[in-house]
């Protein structure tokens, strides 16, 4: 009875190590960076991404909704919750696309023609060792006068993310024929096709 009972105990053994071997394949990254129709519709099509969820963050309001952020009272800023394998993608290669292709990270509470506190653009660290590798990051960007003013994107620990209602999920992805999908968020796929044609994944 003895060589059942080892079996059992390597099939469980194995079953953990490979539960392991996931979770070292699975990471999350948060930004905040405008209407998170378009942020989230570019962060689907990026190699590596097994999923974006749109919602709130870094605000002290729990569990708000859409008409409370709008208002701008709740210090939440809207935002998606990327999750990657860092095996295919990088933190780094997320930050390229991010700030390059997601967003204008030179606008203060706005992005295009959302303007607002709720629209401020954010990254939030995971802990102090990303928030410095984001730091190195932006401070690499000025150095070398990739944009034409200063970036004045938030650079912040993680905070709750609160995920936003189900008609907000996939909203671009499922109206890419509406005026705002058209204009504001189809030219960014355009450019993250163009900036990272290796990153880009057609859907």
Not at 143 to 161: C, K
Request: charged content about 20%; aromatic content about 12%; hydrophobic content about 40%.
């Amino acid at each position: 009875m003895r060589f059942p009972r080892l079996a059992i105990s390597l099939v469980a053994l194995a079953a953990v190590r490979g539960d392991a071997r996931a979770q070292a394949r699975k990471a999350d990254a948060v930004f905040a960076g405008g209407c998170f129709w378009g942020v989230q519709w570019v962060f689907e099509h990026v190699r590596g991404v097994t999923g974006v969820v749109s919602g709130y963050s870094g605000g002290a309001l729990q569990n708000p909704t859409y008409e409370q952020v709008g208002t701008g009272m709740t210090g939440h800023a809207e935002s998606v919750r990327v999750t990657y394998d860092p095996a295919v993608v990088s933190y780094r290669q997320l930050l390229d696309v991010f700030f390059r292709v997601a967003h204008d990270p030179t606008t203060r509470d706005r992005q295009g023609p959302d303007v607002g506190s709720d629209y401020r653009a954010i990254v939030f660290a995971h802990d102090s060792a990303q928030l410095a590798e984001v730091n190195r990051y932006v401070a690499e960007l000025t150095a070398q006068r990739v944009f034409p003013r200063p970036i004045v994107t938030e650079l912040r620990l993680e905070q709750p993310f609160y995920i936003a209602e189900a008609y907000h999920q996939r909203y671009a992805e499922l109206h890419p024929t509406e005026p705002y999908i058209v204009y504001n968020d189809a030219p960014k796929l355009k450019r993250l096709q163009q900036l990272f044609p290796a990153l880009y994944v057609a859907k």
